[in-house]
């Protein structure tokens, strides 16, 4: 069945390059707007040995919204977050994207935004995204990719704030995922 949640989610993301560039890495998480300490999902992806700090910022981005995607799908709502300043800003238009390396992460970024309901596309200051920036480097210090959909994830959404009506604009309707929730195979990359 369907859940239909009130709270839109938030998926914060980070990517870092030791080096710039150098050895990378991309974390993300999700969660529901006012339980962040309750997380749905979370990712770190190893970017590469030689990647600059705004590649790993996408991949951070683009690991994150496949989950998004795949899991919580369209009918949700999201607000992303992200403490790359020029990320954000290029996502929503007021920056071009210059460097080729970024070109095909965002198009390949563009492409699942417009598969997700999308209420906001924010900055977040460094010392606020920890979360995000511990998956980043988890990602650097393991050279591994590891991905978990949390295997309560449908007890937390039940006991979110929900509405049985389906014509409610500010809910969110989440479908359990088609695959076993515990067992979360990896998300391609690429």
């Known amino acids: 069945g369907i859940l239909r949640v009130l709270n839109p ?3 914060s993301i980070d990517g870092g390059s030791r080096g710039n560039p150098g050895l990378g890495g991309a974390g993300g998480h999700i969660f529901l707007w006012g339980a962040e300490s309750s997380e749905l999902w979370w990712g770190s992806t190893y970017v590469g040995d030689h990647v600059t700090n705004n590649e790993a910022e996408y991949e951070g981005l683009i690991l994150s919204l496949r989950a998004a995607v795949k899991y919580f799908g369209q009918s949700s709502s999201f607000h992303i977050r992200g403490d790359s300043q020029m990320v954000i800003n290029q ?5 071009q994207v210059n460097a080729p390396s970024l070109k095909e992460r965002f198009r390949q970024a563009i492409d699942l935004l417009g598969q997700l309901n999308i209420n906001s596309l924010g900055h977040i200051r460094r010392e606020l995204n920890c979360r995000a ?3 980043a480097n988890l990602a650097m210090d393991s050279k591994r990719d590891q991905f978990v959909l949390n295997p309560q994830w449908q007890a937390l959404l039940s006991a979110a704030p929900r509405s049985s009506s389906s014509r409610n604009p500010s809910s969110t309707a989440v479908s359990p995922p088609t695959l076993d929730p515990s067992a979360s195979p990896p998300l391609p990359i690429g």
């Open 9 to 11: 989610f938030l998926t």
């Open 133 to 135: 920036d511990s998956l």
């Open 91 to 95: 996502l929503k238009g007021t920056n």
